[in-house]
């Protein structure tokens, strides 16, 4: 099993759409989770941080569920300028502080 | 700005040669960075953790031979492939925890 797994995708919506990608991780033990998107042949960007409690940015909603080992991420009135490859990390933190692991990406493509 | 570059942003090489990669650290004194690589369609992979004065450590089925990481400084770590393979194509990417989990742009690799 791959320790962070993603929907596969890809997902193609129209402008204004709301998608939703998800996230599952297998360390328990996982500190820290994040959400970044990479454009083609770019290096990743920090797109935001996952808390427990939730936390929204904009248009972008994350959840963390530590019980069920889920994230989820959700982008509300799509615009062209979010197709890309969003990839779910995360940190197992402790003694592998700073070393992310990766999902392998969904792919999003925003058409007018 | 960037806090974080590489050089070269591509490269081309012949099989059998050595390429050197380095990743610099523009804002940190970084003591600890991080090297990832990304096959066509995948996503990063850790390859090794590199620190400033000592041993780099290497993620499982990293050949540490074939890898050579040197960190000389806090503002300079290197990646050497040695006796590159076509196998070896791909973009490598250099990372460093300051305020949050900064990416260099990359370096893309084709080993003809």
């Known amino acids: 099993r791959k320790e962070v797994e993603q929907d596969p995708g890809p997902f193609n919506v129209p402008e204004g759409a709301t998608v939703a990608f998800n996230c599952t991780y297998s360390n328990s033990a996982s500190q820290s989770f994040f959400w970044y998107r990479q454009d083609c042949r770019k290096e990743p960007k920090l797109l935001m941080s996952v808390y427990s409690s939730g936390n929204e940015d904009g248009r972008f909603t994350a959840q963390l569920n530590r019980a069920s080992q889920y994230i989820s991420l959700l982008i509300r009135d799509s615009k062209l300028s979010d197709s890309a490859t969003y990839l779910c990390?995360?940190?197992?933190?402790?003694?592998?502080?700073?070393?992310?692991?990766f999902g392998q990406g969904t792919i999003l493509t925003v058409h007018p | 700005g960037a806090v974080v570059s590489q050089h070269p942003s591509w490269v081309i090489c012949k099989s059998g040669t050595s390429v050197k990669i380095e990743c610099r650290s523009l804002?940190?004194?970084?003591?600890?960075m991080f090297w990832y690589r990304q096959f066509p369609k995948q996503s990063l992979m850790l390859m090794a953790t590199s620190n400033e004065g000592s041993k780099a450590t290497y993620e499982q089925g990293v050949e540490k031979d074939k890898f050579l990481i040197n960190h000389a400084s806090l503002t300079l770590s290197t990646l050497t492939v040695t006796s590159a393979h076509p196998e070896d194509s791909s973009f490598y990417i250099c990372s460093l925890l300051g305020y949050e989990q900064y990416f260099g742009p990359g370096t893309r690799l084709t080993v003809t």
């Open positions: 804002d940190f004194q970084a003591t600890t």
């Open positions: 990390v995360v940190n197992a933190g402790g003694t592998s502080y700073g070393k992310l692991t």
